[in-house]
């Protein structure tokens, strides 16, 4: 991916962006799958029945997903293509009490909908706990179940699996002392769980530089940013990075991983950023740098490769899947 920016003062921004969004100066700095049934080579007279076999067993396995009817308490437009969905779980106190991390994720089914859906869970655990709700950022496409989801109305009942993942392994970047710099990259709807993860506090305060990279096409694709005011406050620096933004943008274009390389790259110029990267040298103390990764594969994987490349230990590097 790309990004095309030089860095802006934030005197000479001209944003039009939500009343409350609130951005700091840019900084050069810088998801059990069923086993697969063995099944023993036989006379083609028996290969049909073992195919039979293998397919029923498969099919019991995932029927045996445990569902939670729940009704839908909001469903608003977040951002262009975007859906803000809450749902109600009050009446369920073991789902409430299943979300212990900013990270993890469920599946959703929703009426007539041929699958469900997986969806990272975008409110704080906290949250559950005090309002009996889960809050999902969900990007509706056409013909999917998230796009059925989104044409929901409150009150209607959808169903919840139980609570999955390990989430956003922390401990791995405490204590915030010793670990002064996290780097936050997210791309489209992939600011879900990292807004869980900002509202459920990981020691920003406490250390010395935390920047949340966010990347969307536009400032009209950007969720949350009614929210950046409060992150920034809590000691998070918020970073956007437009791909396709309007000529009045003056702060970071291009795509987010290349943005963590600091420097302004023509499209052509794309596969020269892990160079950059290494000649910018903004990482002070690669031992005391963390990172927190979630969006698209070639983001996470590009940045994972760039920070591994600069000397930011791997176990640093967190994503949720």
Not at 32 to 60: E, G, K
Not at 70 to 96: C, G, K, N, R, Y
Request: charged share 20%.
């Amino acid at each position: 991916m790309m990004s095309f920016s030089l860095l802006h003062s934030p005197h000479s921004l001209n944003l039009n962006l939500h009343p409350h969004a609130h951005f700091s100066q840019p900084s050069p700095f810088p998801m059990s799958i069923l086993r697969r049934l063995t099944l023993t080579l036989r006379p083609r007279l028996h290969h049909n029945r073992h195919r039979r076999t293998a397919t029923t067993c498969a099919a019991v396995r995932q029927d045996t997903t445990l569902w939670t009817p729940a009704p839908l308490s909001e469903v608003e437009p977040a951002a262009e293509s975007l859906f803000h969905i809450a749902v109600d779980i009050s009446a369920t106190p073991d789902l409430v009490e299943s979300h212990t991390r900013a990270g993890q994720y469920l599946q959703l089914r929703v009426p007539d909908a041929p699958k469900p859906v997986f969806l990272a869970i975008a409110s704080p655990p906290k949250l559950a706990s005090a309002r009996g709700a889960f809050e999902f950022l969900v990007k509706s496409v056409k013909g999917s179940t998230a796009e059925a989801l989104c044409a929901l109305k409150r009150g209607d009942l959808v169903e919840l699996s139980s609570v999955m993942g390990n989430g956003f392994d922390i401990s791995r970047i405490d204590p915030p002392e010793k670990f002064g710099t996290v780097i936050v990259f997210a791309t489209g709807s992939g600011i879900s769980p990292i807004r869980s993860l900002v509202e459920s506090g990981f020691g920003a305060a406490q250390r010395s530089d935390v920047r949340l990279y966010y990347g969307a096409r536009n400032l009209q694709r950007m969720a949350y940013q009614d929210r950046f005011k409060e992150w920034e406050s809590s000691g998070v620096k918020i970073v956007p990075v437009l791909s396709q933004p309007d000529d009045s943008w003056s702060g970071e274009r291009g795509y987010v991983q290349v943005s963590c390389a600091g420097i302004r790259l023509d499209f052509h110029m794309i596969d020269l950023h892990r160079e950059a990267f290494k000649k910018v040298k903004q990482i002070s103390n690669p031992l005391s740098t963390g990172a927190v990764l979630c969006g698209q594969k070639e983001m996470t994987e590009e940045v994972t490769s760039i920070l591994v490349a600069d000397g930011v230990s791997g176990e640093k590097i967190l994503k949720n899947f």
